[in-house]
């Protein structure tokens, strides 16, 4: 069942055809965001939406365990994620279009996420993306993808299992972006294959 609609804050999108996703007021746990509100579709993660820490004071996001991203969402704003700090899986469905780039990282500092899935489809991983995001063993990166922003990745120190599939052929890379900097667990043929498709900075 989805989590009761008071534990979120909302608000009408910008162009008023659905739901931003403004804050969480619930207890934490598993969550599972739903896909309507008010008879209107939840088109966004908004900025901080669920971010765990504010000025060093731990906020109510932090306790979320899980959560689950309806496949209505189609974007996710920055830092929408940052320091929620127990979640440990995250799967962002295929609907997402857009991953905003992030003042902190849009999901920089969850410290227990271990495996992330990206949607198909997606075109650009902005820079800040996952920074220090210490425990990231696992991500895919999608066949759509175009770009990679600056620190995208930069200290995910675990990230073992990186997925890139055959069909991608060339990425842009922020040129002295560093976005693989510090994810010194990489396997050789993974550097390998990240320097054919344009990769030139340190790992």
Do not use: H, M, W
């Given at each position: 069942m989805p989590t009761p609609v008071s534990d979120f804050s909302y608000?009408?999108?910008?162009?008023r055809k659905g739901v931003v996703i403004t804050g969480y007021?619930?207890?934490?746990g598993a969550?599972?965001?739903?896909?309507?509100?008010?008879?209107?579709?939840?088109?966004?993660?908004?900025?901080?939406a669920f971010r765990g820490r504010v000025n060093n004071n731990w906020q109510r996001a932090s306790y979320?365990?899980?959560?689950?991203?309806?496949?209505s969402v189609k974007i996710i704003r920055q830092d929408a994620f940052y320091y929620a700090a127990n979640i440990t899986s995250l799967v962002?469905?295929?609907?997402?279009?857009?991953?905003?780039?992030?003042?902190?990282g849009t999901f920089g500092n969850m410290s227990n996420l271990t495996r992330v899935t990206l949607?198909?489809?997606?075109?650009?991983?902005?820079?800040?993306?996952?920074?220090?995001?210490?425990k990231l063993t696992a991500i895919n990166l999608p066949a759509s993808l175009e770009s990679i922003g600056q620190s995208a990745f930069i200290s995910c120190s675990a990230l073992t299992d990186l997925v890139i599939p055959d069909s991608l052929t060339s990425i842009r890379f922020t040129r002295?972006?560093?976005?693989?900097?510090?994810?010194?667990?990489?396997p050789i043929r993974t550097r390998q294959r990240l320097q054919e498709l344009g990769y030139r900075d340190e790992f």
């Open positions: 608000g009408q999108t910008a162009d007021t619930g207890r934490g969550i599972l965001i739903p896909p309507t509100i008010e008879d209107l579709p939840v088109l966004e993660i908004g900025k901080d979320i365990t899980s959560i689950v991203i309806p496949n962002i469905p295929d609907s997402v279009e857009t991953i905003e780039e992030g003042d902190f949607p198909d489809g997606l075109k650009v991983i902005p820079s800040y993306a996952f920074p220090s995001c210490a002295g972006g560093s976005a693989f900097l510090r994810c010194g667990k990489l």
